[in-house]
């Protein structure tokens, strides 16, 4: 009896700019659980931002030169996949704003922007993936950002995959579904009503009594733990990936490493 080969969906992975920057720990976690949950994975090399700064800004003509270059490079991907709700949101979202009308790029950009997801979105949607034999250790509570939120409908997802994680528990945080003044740019044009913003949210992290701050965009996380370590505050925060994958179990985000 012969049996039916089985192909794994070919995943091209997005990296993001900040995780690529700031937080590589990311993107290593994402392959490996991606792997795990059956998928051949790739990084094309050719990928850069996905324009959504020069988009915010309201430079389309810079955004769609950059949207054409991420296009190419992933376009004969199963799959792009992006542990970012905001980067995510742009590709699949806002690519469409950008090539209205352009015989040659409109059914590209469509093909492109139809098979993007945000990372925990696909591993649970898509790929049925359940974490097996992860431990975390602590209480968590988790923020839910913005793009990944309205844009992606990603909130049940992340929280499936973390009740699987022995020894983690979740406690709920008051405003998890509102912004914490990252924004991308917001930060830099607005810095006075950002820090308001993430103020609030870092009391709110606080008041949960909770150890450790979960989410799934380096952005938002990279903000609300840089203001909770000005604040001395010990909560630790981590992408969501990084606990399922294991690899939580380092420095966290704004955290120094401790060397003795």
Request: aromatic letters at 8%.
């Amino acid at each position: 009896m012969t049996g039916t080969a089985i192909t794994k969906p070919r995943v091209g992975f997005f990296v993001t700019c900040i995780v690529d920057t700031m937080r590589p720990n990311i993107g290593f976690a994402s392959v490996k659980v991606l792997e795990q949950a059956g998928c051949a994975v790739e990084v094309p090399r050719a990928q850069t931002c996905c324009g959504q700064p020069a988009f915010n800004s309201g430079d389309d003509d810079g955004t769609r030169a950059i949207a054409k270059q991420v296009i190419a490079a992933f376009e004969d991907y199963d799959y792009v996949v992006v542990p970012s709700g905001s980067c995510a949101s742009m590709i699949r979202s806002h690519y469409g704003e950008l090539f209205d009308g352009d015989e040659e790029w409109q059914p590209r950009q469509q093909a492109v922007s139809a098979k993007t997801w945000e990372l925990l979105s696909f591993l649970t949607d898509i790929m049925g993936y359940r974490p097996e034999a992860v431990r975390y250790d602590g209480v968590a509570t988790y923020h839910d950002s913005c793009s990944g939120l309205r844009d992606l409908g990603v909130r049940d997802q992340p929280r499936a995959l973390l009740g699987e994680v022995e020894g983690l528990s979740l406690t709920p945080l008051q405003g998890n579904d509102e912004c914490c003044g990252f924004g991308g740019t917001f930060c830099v044009k607005y810095p006075d009503v950002s820090g308001a913003i993430v103020s609030d949210k870092a009391e709110k992290i606080e008041a949960t009594g909770a150890d450790t701050l979960l989410g799934g965009d380096m952005g938002c996380l990279m903000n609300m733990a840089g203001k909770l370590s000005r604040e001395g505050s010990d909560v630790k925060a981590f992408h969501t990936i990084e606990v399922l994958a294991g690899m939580a179990d380092g420095p966290a985000i704004c955290k120094r490493e401790d060397r003795g």
